[in-house]
């Protein structure tokens, strides 16, 4: 998302707490956040300022060329957040848990390889159900993943293909 703003995010721990919709002001939360800014720091994949409370972030150079860094649009990123506000959504499921499903995904991609969603869930830390919940909404009410099941003989499934869509096309509008 820093893509869309010229590569940098100027902002509070506050702020950031309010976006990824955890209670601001818990100094365990804080801390988290400025170990995972510390972490991708020292990677070398963010350089940090400090203006008193506001945090200036950007991606280095070396961030902006490595393949762990996945480009989206803000605007996606937007849908996947108000997934919940969605009227007619048919699955059940956090927005951060959509995100991170579709960023596996994405991270996965271009490849082929049949995946299954215990293999997901198991990747990810997360139960099979929340990922079925998660695939569904990608494929059914966002429009970010094309999923095609992949069978051996005549009706054992043993997973699914699965193709990200929404990110890989820069002027497909979010919807």
């Known amino acids: 998302m820093l893509a869309d703003s010229h590569l940098a ?37 963010l350089k940090k300022i400090v203006d008193g409370r506001t945090f200036t972030l950007t991606l280095s150079k070396k961030a902006e060329k490595q393949r762990r860094v996945i480009r989206i649009q803000k605007e996606w990123v937007m849908v996947v957040k108000d997934y919940s506000k969605m009227s007619n959504k048919s699955e059940s499921v956090s927005w951060m848990v959509l995100l991170k499903v579709w960023l596996f995904l994405i991270d996965r991609s271009p490849t082929s390889k049949t995946i299954t ?13 929340t990922v079925d919940n998660a695939r569904g909404a990608l494929t059914k009410d966002i429009e970010a993943i094309i999923s095609q099941k992949k069978y051996k003989g005549y009706n054992h499934c043993i997973g699914s293909e699965i193709i990200p869509t929404a990110w890989i096309a820069e002027n497909r509008p979010a919807p």
């Open 9 to 45: 995010y100027r902002g509070t721990l506050a702020d950031m707490c309010d976006f990824l919709g955890v209670a601001s002001g818990n100094s365990r939360t804080n801390k988290k956040i400025q170990d995972a800014i510390a972490a991708l720091e020292k990677d070398g994949l």
């Open 117 to 129: 969603n215990q293999q997901i869930a198991d990747a990810l830390n997360l139960k099979k159900g």
